[in-house]
């Protein structure tokens, strides 16, 4: 593709070169007696006029050829189809957009190009001026309005659903975007609700770097994972995003998702995952496919590296999985400081403490049958 561009390049280089060169050499004869110059312009012209006309049809053809190829060899780099329900309705969407606007391209073009051999300089023709057509600037009018207006309330209609209040169903996990990577929290097993947040509570060295409010006891059995966001299949999920410094994008391009984490702003996206990764891989016939979350704001040096595994489960390997989970209390007992003190009753059972070792006598038993007495810490 780039020697093609460069070839492109140089082709252009040329003809712009030739077609100065025979600017400058018509406008030369003009220096010439009247007579003399009237008839070699005419000549000149006729015979410029003729060359030009042709070559630019001729550029329009090869064009179309070249930008053909280009597609049909592109296609292999294309995203495979949507792995979610609202990806396919925007793919359609897309790709009809793309033919009506492609249709059009190629239509205009043409002419553009077939009128300049066509109707090129011929001394012997007379030109005839149109100051108004009504009809014409009706049509011209009216057809385009109709196609764009049929474009824009059809994909308003899909956004407008996607866009909508997400199912009481759903699966709601908060993402935040910081410089240069995601958090994730998800609600515990136990009431299967995110608790609150403030921004003024984000303490990195405290261990709450999402700012949960430990005041809420929703949050007790919250969650999180810094590796890898799991959401299961077949069910509604809603992300609410967040971002706690700058501006970034959460972009899942196989479930055609993308929504701006702003800060002091939280924003939402639902959707309904179809296929999991085992059906990715399979359909693919790639065993290393993964999906993945990317920044798609350039928010800083590490732009290019704040990606996020993406993992869609069967709905019982996710409920399993997150069963497996342990809470941000359960993780991290220091946390339990930010409890209140008449709620740390509910907190405490998800501090893990450990049971001191207890000595006991026991007596094992060796090859000879013989009892030895031994000491044994449990």
């Not at 329900?85 to 359609?92: I, K, L, N, S, W």
Request: charged content about 20%.
């Amino acid at each position: 593709m780039t020697l093609l561009i460069v070839i492109f390049a140089i082709v252009f280089l040329v003809l712009t070169a030739l077609v100065i060169g025979k600017t400058q050499s018509l406008l030369k004869k003009i220096d010439k007696t009247k007579s003399d110059t009237e008839e070699v312009s005419s000549t000149k012209a006729d015979s410029a006029n003729d060359a030009n006309g042709i070559a630019l049809f001729v550029f329009w053809i090869l064009s179309i050829v070249g930008i053909v190829w280009s597609f049909l060899d592109a296609r292999k780099h294309f995203l495979p189809e949507a792995s979610s329900e609202h990806g396919r309705q925007t793919d359609y969407w897309f790709w009809v957009s793309m033919i009506v606007i492609m249709v059009g391209f190629f239509v205009v073009n043409t002419f553009l190009f077939y009128f300049p051999m066509k109707y090129r300089f011929n001394k012997n023709r007379k030109v005839t001026f149109y100051t108004h057509n009504n009809s014409l600037e009706v049509i011209w009018t009216l057809i385009p309005a109709a196609i764009m207006a049929g474009l824009v309330f059809s994909g308003l209609r899909v956004w407008n659903k996607v866009m909508d209040d997400a199912p009481q169903n759903a699966e709601v996990i908060e993402i935040m975007g910081k410089q240069f990577g995601w958090l994730v929290r998800y609600p515990g097993v136990d009431d299967n609700k995110l608790g609150n947040y403030n921004y003024k509570l984000m303490d990195d060295a405290g261990g709450n770097d999402m700012g949960i409010d430990f005041t809420d006891v929703h949050s007790f059995d919250d969650f999180g994972n810094a590796s890898e966001l799991h959401i299961p299949k077949g069910k509604p999920v809603l992300l609410k995003i967040r971002s706690r410094d700058v501006l970034h994008s959460v972009f899942i391009p196989h479930m055609r998702v993308k929504m701006d984490a702003v800060p002091g702003m939280p924003t939402k996206f639902w959707f309904v995952p179809e296929k999991t990764t085992a059906d990715m891989r399979a359909e693919l016939n790639n065993p290393d496919f993964n999906y993945e979350i990317a920044c798609a704001e350039v928010c800083g040096r590490s732009h290019f590296a704040m990606k996020l595994l993406l993992v869609v489960d069967e709905p019982e390997e996710y409920e399993k999985w997150k069963k497996s989970q342990k809470p941000f209390l359960t993780v991290n007992p220091a946390l339990l400081e930010k409890v209140p003190d008449n709620l740390k009753a509910n907190a405490l059972k998800y501090i893990q403490v450990e049971a001191a070792p207890v000595a006991t006598t026991e007596v094992a038993a060796d090859s000879t049958g013989a009892g030895n007495a031994g000491t044994i810490l449990k």
